[in-house]
T-cell receptor, first 115, second 112 residues
Framework: AQSVTQLDSHVSVSEGTPVLLRCNYS??????LFWYVQHPNKGLQLLLK??????LVKGINGFEAEFKKSETSFHLTKPSAHMSDAAEYFC?????????????FGTGTRLQVFP | NAGVTQTPKFRVLKTGQSMTLLCAQD?????MYWYRQDPGMGLRLIHY???????AKGEVPDGYNVSRLKKQNFLLGLESAAPSQTSVYFC???????????FGPGTRLTVL
């Protein structure tokens, strides 16, 4: 069965320090993996996606994520947090095989950035 | 180029009332989706469409119906609203499955 687990519901960092948002997944097939960001009272915006090409994926606003098949992880990182990074982040798994189309969102990680 | 728009932005219903949420996209995308977002539960897929005239059930379809009569529009209907349907509803579109989804700004629905 397909599932997504975001290991932290809240993460707090100081501005200028690294960010790590953790995501583990399970999938029966070769999945596509995404990270989306949602700022308050806004829709979701794509940060980056993995679709079986390079395992290190670079996204917008300095974020990147590494696909590790052996660990079934797709953690999101950023070297230096900015105040504008404060938002909710969602890890998403998508797979399509035979007659099954699955799209599963994680429960989200709220990132707080302190001055 | 407006992207994905949703109408209305806010709505309050009484239990048993019906309503339709409208989603429109101007990117000529084949796929469209309706999600609901509840605190601590992320987004859950209600229904989706892989093209004009086609719809399919997602993770939480009960109590909702959808229609895709035109490629650019995807309607979500609640025939008899229940308090459990109080949520924020997001529409999204994508050119195909497994690709980036573009989201609308959301509709906040309260059912009393």
């Amino acid at each position: 069965a397909q599932s997504v687990t975001q290991l932290d519901s809240h993460v707090s960092v100081s501005e200028g320090t690294p960010v790590l948002l953790r995501c583990n997944y399970s999938s029966s097939y070769s999945p596509s993996l995404f990270w989306y960001v949602q700022h308050p009272n806004k829709g979701l915006q794509l940060l980056l996606k993995y679709t079986s090409a390079a395992t290190l994926v670079k996204g917008i606003n300095g974020f990147e994520a590494e696909f590790k098949k052996s660990e079934t992880s797709f953690h999101l990182t950023k070297p230096s947090a900015h105040m504008s990074d404060a938002a909710e982040y969602f890890c998403v798994v998508s797979e399509s095989a035979s007659n099954t189309d699955k799209l599963i969102f994680g429960t989200g990680t709220r990132l707080q950035v302190f001055p | 180029n407006a992207g994905v728009t949703q109408t209305p932005k806010f709505r309050v219903l009484k239990t048993g009332q019906s309503m339709t949420l409208l989603c429109a996209q101007d990117m000529n995308h084949e796929y469209m989706y309706w999600y609901r977002q509840d605190p601590g539960m992320g987004l859950r897929l209600i229904h989706y469409s892989v093209g004009e005239g086609t719809t399919a059930k997602g993770e939480v379809p009960d109590g909702y119906n959808v229609s895709r009569l035109k490629k650019q529009n995807f309607l979500l209907g609640l025939e008899s609203a229940a308090p459990s349907q109080t949520s924020v509803y997001f529409c999204a579109s994508s050119p195909d499955w497994g690709n980036e989804q573009f989201f609308g700004p959301g509709t906040r629905l309260t059912v009393l």
